[in-house]
């Protein structure tokens, strides 16, 4: 190849790489916060299924948000850009956080805690969606019909459901449904770089 070429490749590949450090740091941060909350979800005597069912997800998200990354890994960046897909992560991190508070010890119903924050991790839910929709379509040239938007469409259209009711029967479909959404993920992700292809 050209030499000009290849340098430009190399610098390219190290900037990705700088770049990913900050990315990492974020979702290290959310997968933290969600891990040392775990025990107090899943021991407690007040545990409610939906809610652990959102945390494990929300787990499930930090490792395929940052396998996803890869697919950004030849675009000319600058600093909207990155700061475009930063929001990514730090929006999964303010998920972890409405999931899980401070003091995971302190809560006495875990069922009580999450109608308590439904609407405030559904509505993030939401933004991140639409938020993955823009930064797939604009910074990727994602086209309208890759299979990646099927899970976009989903998780959206979860989310608003999840924002519209507090029935229990409703959440637990919609928490179902949530696994239906990671599985067909896990599918169209299985190759490095497929939201590029």
Request: charged fraction near 10%.
């Amino acid at each position: 190849g050209h030499p000009l070429g290849s340098e430009r490749t190399s610098k390219l590949v190290e900037l990705f790489e700088y770049l990913s450090i900050a990315y990492s740091l974020v979702f290290s941060f959310a997968a933290i916060r969600l891990v040392a909350g775990l025990p107090h979800v899943v021991a407690s005597s007040q545990r409610y299924y939906v809610h652990i069912s959102h945390v494990l997800l929300m787990l499930f998200s930090t490792v395929t948000l940052f396998w996803a990354f890869w697919s950004f890994r030849e675009l000319e960046w600058n600093l909207f850009r990155f700061m475009s897909l930063l929001a990514g992560p730090g929006l999964v991190y303010f998920l972890a956080c409405t999931l899980i508070p401070d003091e995971p010890s302190s809560v006495g119903s875990w069922r009580s805690y999450f109608y308590g924050v439904r609407r405030q991790y559904f509505v993030g839910l939401c933004l991140w969606s639409v938020l993955q929709m823009m930064n797939t379509t604009i910074l990727l040239k994602m086209p309208l019909l890759h299979p990646f938007r099927v899970v976009q469409l989903l998780i959206l259209a979860l989310g608003v459901a999840g924002v519209t009711t507090d029935n229990p029967g409703i959440q637990r479909i919609i928490a179902i449904a949530t696994w239906v959404v990671a599985a067909i993920t896990s599918v169209v992700l299985f190759v490095p770089g497929s939201l590029a292809a």
